[in-house]
């Protein structure tokens, strides 16, 4: 598998995956795991089978704001020795005291490198004057369609159908005002008698 920490950027979180009803598929799947992970160490020693669950526990609670991928990688990194040895044995404290910290300050580290480097992307592209007045065209006629907007509800809130319907055939003659035509039609909705 060619997981790399890139690609556990776009994965969902352990938190929003493993809730309610799937906490349970959870706990299974980061539990075959760590079994996994502990067996792959030649030690005398093994962990018992409540170790084994404190740890997976640990595991869920480290992890909780990182994906599946991420205790994926995690675990093969620490098999290949990325982030230290294990001369004794495997525990909590080393896993969690030592190596997850590294594995979190390389995952930063890639993160901030791709922020970066989106940011110089964005920053290469150059801002004409054209893009400049094409966003404040933009701007003012999104802050015009809201004054016709409060326009209408001024001379409206006092209207009766009839009146409506009058106001509505005389814009509909009228080129300047036909555009905003249909906010006014709105108002048929608010105004019954």
Known sequence: MG?????????????SVFIGDHSSVGFSVVNVLVT??????????????DQI??????????FAYESLED?????????????????KSIDSNLIFGEWYPKYLDKKAELREQ????????????????????KSYAKIEKKNFVKRVENYIDKITAYMDRQM??????????????????????????TIKQ
Not at 57 to 62: P, Y
Not at 164 to 181: A, C, M, Q, V
Request: charged share 30%.
């Open 3 to 15: 997981l790399t920490i890139n690609e556990t950027f776009s994965k969902p979180h352990l938190r």
């Open 36 to 49: 996994r992970f502990i067996d792959s160490f030649a030690f005398t020693t093994k962990l018992n089978a």
């Open 53 to 62: 669950d404190s740890l997976t526990v640990d595991t869920l609670e480290n």
């Open 71 to 87: 205790v994926i990688l995690f675990f093969k990194m620490c098999r290949s020795g990325k982030f230290g040895v294990a001369k």
């Open 114 to 133: 791709k922020y970066n480097t989106q940011k110089n992307e964005r920053n290469s592209i150059p801002t004409t004057m054209d893009d400049v007045k």
């Open 164 to 189: 409506l319907e009058d106001t509505i055939l005389d814009w509909s003659k009228n080129p300047g005002r036909k555009p905003y035509l249909d906010i006014l039609k709105r108002k048929r909705k």
